[in-house]
């Protein structure tokens, strides 16, 4: 096998993805044996305009003028990868969508909200600007994961993210339910992937990465609603991570 | 039948013992609810628990079992079995365990579940503490005579009855100082299995082989739909099963990138894409729907491994039934309705 | 209420104490290495394979068997063999490419290694059709499996009586084993063949149509067991026809496919209600699954 070229870029995002790679230490050594990696904002500082075999974008598609930097990197690039969930669904970032723009921008940046790096449209995932050929969810990306994908990647495997709920992983793990424990849990229509991460911490998972295919979204709302919450309050939590998936 | 007795405070140090010579498995407290997990003292035992989040499955048959290692040299298989022991299993935990020894031997040997079993010796126990949504009873359950090594009887202060069941068990007796039993307390022992009845709080009405012959027949019945339309189809109600053994293969590379692993791990068939497969050229998927595949569970359990098992494959431990989110994987209610119509 | 059933008593000599060596040999999931002999793309997504076990052994398969076939790193799936056991020193599979395991598969040249467990299941009961007319109806990739079973009356033709064959691809460019289907054209003692594509071409002179449509050009003795091998969607109509002939169920068998994980009876991913496709078939008496919901 040639030793695959990859870069890393980063959009609208928290960098949190990056770091969640930066810090594999070992793995990442191991990793860097059969990549080379041309371009990392996190951990290196060139950056060059060379072919790669796989670009990894992180954050999502918020303003229109960074399209054409999208468009540069498919072209530079055999593979794009579409990494957290701000790139592959938008993410939490997508939670404004809802939200008159203007009101948030005060509301966080004060004075500043009139600076023009702040203008920005709907937050929308990489794939509403340039082709992805995969989507990696979570919030930040599972290190386990993102190396599997990866390496099926690698060796031109199509790599699958699973199509089951959290459950399932949480299951495994032997957890107690967050609601036998009288707390709620998204756990239930979110695609798991994580190795139930949040639950295994004894926090509720909030589906960051996503939903499954068919999510049963009434039966969570009613569920949600049961645990004694306010069922406006119940929607918008079904809504938090997934706003592009759940229109209103 | 051999019997002997273990007086309440030969319990510790035979514990002890034990864990000091192998590994040494049994209930522990995690919070509300209890774990079959490593003991590293005999204080963690709590053999008065109800039941267990998992069933000890989880050792014979992991929720991720290497099957194949391979790397540019070659492949091998991993059949590597860790004596154990397995300590404080309840009666329709361990009727559960032979269910699962016959479907692994049936056909064709599955030696990757059958000699971690073989490596395993299980101490089984009488039931302190019914689980809240138990219905052992019903299922037959709630006495077993074989399947296990030792079996304690906890008859109260004086402490537990002991069965020697095979040589296995039989080895166990060095670590312990154990007595001749008093005809009054082998009496005891018996009343203690075969006295109580009425236990569990949910009861099916009807013997199981009535009720898997009517559930055979009600395919069509409107009580599928109407559960699974709260249904997640998040597979909780499956994982959790000490009689499911459903598993999905996969295959991953180390990071070297040339080395890796085929593995199986824990499936449940009410997740979406249990039975998608492509078929000429498009795919299928043989129970789309989610009452399809909540209807075939309840079906499995009731039905369908019958002829094989020779009878229901549920043991009525209530495990599904407190796992399931929705409150809606529980046999009892849904078995009881077909039989009422 | 206490049930003391007795459960699976008389069952438990099944639990045995083999030792290290036997359990290795026995090993359900290690495959064997096969060489690939000949490799050659035909169809639009498919191609075909022949292969030999690298330590020489034969597959001694039934026809209508299956085997897992994969390569490590990518995975296994589960397909039909497609010569006979009369046929000695090879064997040969078609792949179709549609998911990650196939497409690598697919991409194997002559001299690579594929990894083969079986053969598994159960395959046609060449016995049962031993003395009477036979009757194949396979569509697409339906023929793959069933061609183990043309070899093998081809080969033992004293054995059988009348035999004709079905065969019907979507267009031309989806038909199969070109080789075969060319002499199978010419052969006519010991083949009856008609062949149709649902749409034709230009250059397509032959029949256009579904495949029942076929039933038109022959006839088909009450006597005759038949084969069905196809798409879902296939079986009802076949079988109607098959009906109006009046063939009873019990000479009627199909070969059905389902998502296989383990190919020996364990993982449950091939369940249809209490049967296993991939131990009680995937080839099954139609009066036996007739009635069986999810069968078809
Ligand atoms: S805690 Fe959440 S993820 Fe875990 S089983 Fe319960 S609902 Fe599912
Ligand atoms: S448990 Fe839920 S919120 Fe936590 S990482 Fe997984 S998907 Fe995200
Ligand atoms: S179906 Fe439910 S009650 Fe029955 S054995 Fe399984 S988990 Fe226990
Ligand atoms: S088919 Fe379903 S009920 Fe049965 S063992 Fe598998 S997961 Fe469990
Ligand atoms: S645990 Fe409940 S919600 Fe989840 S799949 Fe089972 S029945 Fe459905
Ligand atoms: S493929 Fe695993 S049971 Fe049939």
Redesign the interface.
């Known amino acids: 096998m040639k030793i695959p070229k990859v870069a890393f870029f980063d959009f609208t995002s928290c960098e949190g993805c990056q770091v969640e790679i930066a810090n594999f230490d070992q793995d990442l050594l191991k990793l860097l044996q059969v990549v080379e990696v041309v371009e990392f904002r996190e951990i290196m500082k060139e950056t060059c305009s060379e072919p790669l075999d796989i670009a990894f974008i992180e954050g999502s598609f918020s303003r229109e003028k960074d399209r054409e930097r999208l468009q540069k990197i498919r072209q530079r690039a055999n593979l794009v990868v579409a990494y957290g969930s701000c790139a592959a669904t938008g993410g939490i970032n997508a939670l404004k969508n809802h939200k008159p723009d203007y009101k948030y921008k005060v509301e966080v940046y004060g004075a500043d909200a009139t600076m023009p790096h702040l203008e920005t449209q709907k937050a929308l995932p990489i794939s509403a600007a340039i082709p992805v050929d995969l989507a990696i969810p979570g919030c930040p990306v599972n290190r386990q994961e993102f190396v599997r994908l990866v390496s099926?990647l690698l060796?031109?495997?199509?790599p699958?993210i699973p199509n089951y709920p959290v459950c399932m992983e949480c299951k495994k793990k032997e957890n107690i339910c967050r609601y036998e424990l009288q707390d709620t849990c998204l756990g239930v229509v979110a695609r798991a992937g994580c190795g139930a991460l949040c639950p295994s911490n004894g926090i509720p998972c909030e589906a960051c990465r996503g939903f499954v295919d068919n999510p049963n979204l009434d039966s969570l709302v009613e569920l949600l609603i049961k645990t004694g919450m306010q069922p406006a309050y119940a929607m918008a939590k079904a809504r938090m991570f997934t706003a592009n998936l759940v229109e209103e | 039948m051999r019997l002997l007795f273990l007086q309440k405070e030969e319990l510790e140090p035979f514990v002890s013992r034990l864990i000091a010579w192998q590994e040494v498995v049994g209930p522990k407290a995690k919070k509300n609810r209890f774990v079959f997990d490593k003991l590293e003292s005999p204080a963690e035992l709590r053999l008065d628990y109800d039941t267990t989040i998992l069933p000890p499955k989880k050792y014979f048959f992991q929720p991720q079992q290497d099957?194949?290692r391979?790397s540019p040299e070659g492949?091998t298989?991993c059949?590597e079995p860790k004596p154990r022991i397995i300590f404080g299993v309840h009666p329709y935990d361990i009727?559960a365990i032979?269910?699962l020894?016959?479907?692994?031997?049936?056909?064709?040997?599955?030696?990757?579940y059958?000699?971690n079993?073989?490596a395993a010796t299980i101490v089984g126990i009488n039931v302190h503490q019914v689980f809240k949504t138990a219905f052992f009873?019903?299922?037959?359950a709630?006495?077993v005579t074989?399947g296990y090594d030792l079996f304690l009887t906890d008859i109260g202060e004086e402490g537990f009855v002991v069965e020697v069941a095979t040589d296995k068990g039989e080895a166990l007796l060095a670590y312990g100082h154990f007595t001749q039993v008093t005809p009054d307390q082998a009496q005891k022992r018996r009343k203690i299995l075969y006295g109580q009845?009425?236990r569990c709080s949910q009861?099916l009405f009807n013997?199981?082989?009535e009720v898997s012959e009517k559930v055979a027949l009600s395919?069509y019945h409107p009580i599928w739909e109407e559960m699974a339309s709260r249904c997640f189809s998040c597979g909780a109600c499956n994982l959790v099963c000490p009689t499911c053994?459903?598993?999905?293969?996969?295959?991953?590379?180390n990071l070297d990138q040339e080395s890796?692993i085929?593995f199986?791990t824990w499936?449940g068939?009410l997740t979406e894409d249990?039975?998608?497969?492509?078929?000429?050229?498009?795919t299928?998927n043989?129970?789309q729907d989610r009452s399809?595949r909540y209807r075939?569970r309840i079906?499995?359990k009731a039905?369908?491994?019958n002829?094989k098992?020779?009878?229901p494959a549920c043991v009525g431990c209530g495990r599904c039934a407190s796992a399931c989110p929705a409150d809606l994987a529980n046999p009892v209610p849904v078995l009881n309705k077909i039989m009422e119509g | 209420?206490?049930?003391?059933?007795?459960?699976?008593?008389d069952?438990?000599e099944?639990?045995?104490?083999?030792e290290g060596a036997e359990?290795?040999e026995?090993?359900?999931?290690?495959p064997k290495p096969a060489r690939v002999l000949q490799a050659q793309p035909m169809g639009r997504?498919e191609k075909y394979f022949r292969l030999a076990f690298s330590d020489g052994s034969s597959m001694g398969h039934q026809p209508g068997q299956i085997v897992e076939a994969?390569l490590?790193?990518?995975?296994?799936i589960p397909l039909g063999i497609a010569s006979s056991p009369t046929r000695e020193g090879y064997f040969d599979l078609l792949i179709?490419k549609?998911?990650?395991v196939s497409?690598?598969l697919w991409n194997l040249e002559i001299g690579d290694t594929m990894?083969i467990r079986g053969p598994l299941g159960k395959g046609f009961p060449v016995d049962e059709f031993k003395g009477h007319d036979v009757l194949i109806v396979a569509?697409?990739?339906?023929l793959c499996p069933t061609r183990s079973m043309i070899e093998y009356i081809e080969d033992r033709r004293e054995e059988f009586g009348h035999f004709t064959l079905f065969f019907g691809a979507r267009t031309p460019k989806d038909q199969l084993f070109p080789n075969d289907l060319a002499r199978w054209r010419e052969e006519i003692d010991w083949i009856e063949y008609h062949e149709t594509v649902d749409q034709g071409s230009p250059e397509w002179k032959g029949n256009v149509g579904v495949i029942t449509t076929l039933f038109a050009k022959t006839s088909i003795s009450k006597g005759c067991r038949v084969i069905i091998c196809?798409?879902?969607i296939m079986y009802k109509f076949v079988i109607k026809e098959l009906k109006k002939l009046g063939i009873p169920d019990a000479h009627i068998y199909v070969d059905l496919?389902?998502?296989m994980?383990?190919g020996?009876?364990?993982?449950?991913?091939c369940?249809?209600?209490?049967l296993y496709v991939c131990?009680d078939g995937p080839v099954f008496n139609y009066a036996r699954i007739k009635n069986l919901?999810?069968a078809f």
């Open positions: 099926d060796h031109g495997k199509a699958t | 099957l194949i391979f492949f298989g059949i009727k032979s269910m020894d016959y479907l692994f031997s049936d056909g064709k040997k599955d030696w990757n059958l000699a079993r073989q009873e019903s299922m037959g709630s006495i074989k009845s009425d009861k013997l199981p082989e395919f053994y459903c598993f999905d293969v996969q295959d991953m590379w890796g085929r199986r499936d068939c249990f039975a998608k497969v492509t078929v000429q050229g498009g299928e043989f129970r399809s075939h079906m499995r039905v369908y491994l002829s098992l020779g009878g | 209420m206490n049930h003391p059933y007795s459960y699976a008593d069952r438990e099944k639990l045995i104490t083999t359990r290795e026995e090993n359900i999931f290690l997504t994969s490590f790193g990518y995975g296994e179709r549609a998911g990650r497409t690598a990894y569509g697409g990739i339906g196809g798409p879902p496919e389902r998502r994980k383990c020996v009876g364990k993982c449950g991913h369940q249809i209600n209490g131990t919901e999810e």
